[in-house]
């Protein structure tokens, strides 16, 4: 994750669907922010509740709260980026500011940080995500090379959720799964989509980038790899959230995890 923080106000903010907020930050300091990374992350810092400053120095006693988001689309002139926030899902620090976010609003925005996939070489990719993953996987879907059989899964609440993703190629296969329960249909679709890869027989695996719940990428990884024969290094996946549990949470989970 790059170090550089940036002072940011909101430029504009639209709800796009039942379940997405789309905030567009920026300020003169983006003049210089990378253009090419469309799908790769930055952290989020906010103001402390009830203070309309955000606290931009990370050591501070008091740091701003921070959550990672992704970027849907960076605007070549100004730098400004585009974010899409889940709302009317849960109640937390970052949907909460969403939900109200308007013109001149302070934020902090930190990064971009790497993205998880890197290998854009490969002949077959299967992309698993959910509404936070989208804007990964709608980054993903400009890198991968057009030759390649590219399938994406992606869970949505309701169908008003089915947002339009930048144009790919026409054989590439973006299947959008309108469900409840994605701990049965997602974990069914990607089993299908998995034994049709197989049945083709080429002897290629697929690739697979996921970014979802904490608990379906267990679930996914460990059937990815037990039944379909998916090597660990064929698999980059990220749990964006955790049910139940805070970003804050999660981050500490993840560092005793990377640590064990
Ligand atoms: C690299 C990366 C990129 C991400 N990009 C995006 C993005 O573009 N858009 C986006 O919306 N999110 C994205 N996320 C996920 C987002 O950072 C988390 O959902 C975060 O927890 C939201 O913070 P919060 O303050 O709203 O809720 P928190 O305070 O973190 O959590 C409060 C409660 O809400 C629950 N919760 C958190 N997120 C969700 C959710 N999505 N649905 C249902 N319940 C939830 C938690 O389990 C907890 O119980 C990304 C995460 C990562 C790691």
Redesign the pocket.
């Known amino acids: 994750m790059s170090k550089k923080i940036r002072r940011a106000q909101v430029i504009s903010s639209k709800q796009i669907s039942p379940h997405l907020m789309r905030v567009v930050v920026g300020s003169d300091e983006f003049a210089d922010f990378p253009i090419d990374q469309q799908g790769a992350?930055v952290k989020v810092l906010f103001p402390h509740e009830g203070k309309t400053e955000v606290e931009l120095n990370l050591k501070a006693d008091n740091p701003a709260?921070m959550?990672?988001?992704?970027i849907r689309n960076i605007d070549p002139h100004s730098g400004a980026i585009t974010?899409?926030?889940?709302i009317n899902?849960?109640?937390?620090?970052?949907?909460?500011w969403a939900k109200q976010a308007k013109i001149g609003d302070n934020l902090g925005i930190a990064g971009p940080?790497p993205r998880k996939l890197s290998d854009f070489s490969q002949s077959e990719y299967l992309l698993i995500g959910d509404?936070?993953?989208v804007?990964?996987i709608n980054g993903y879907l400009q890198k991968l090379p057009a030759s390649a059989s590219v399938n994406a899964i992606i869970h949505v609440p309701d169908e008003g959720d089915i947002i339009e993703l930048d144009t790919v190629p026409s054989h590439y296969q973006v299947n959008w799964l309108v469900s409840e329960q994605p701990q049965v249909d997602l974990i069914n679709a990607v089993i299908t989509q998995l034994t049709a890869s197989n049945s083709r027989s080429t002897g290629n695996k697929p690739v697979i980038f996921m970014?979802l719940?904490s608990s379906l990428i267990r679930e996914i990884n460990t059937i990815a790899r037990s039944q379909f024969a998916i090597a660990r290094e064929n698999i980059a996946c990220?749990a964006?959230?955790?049910?139940?549990?805070?970003?804050?949470g999660?981050k500490v989970e993840k560092q005793h995890q990377s640590n064990a």
């Open positions: 992350y709260p959550r990672s988001y992704t974010l899409d926030f889940v899902q849960h109640r937390g620090i970052a949907t909460n940080g509404l936070t993953s804007n990964a970014a719940e990220s964006y959230w955790k049910q139940g549990i805070t970003a804050d999660l």
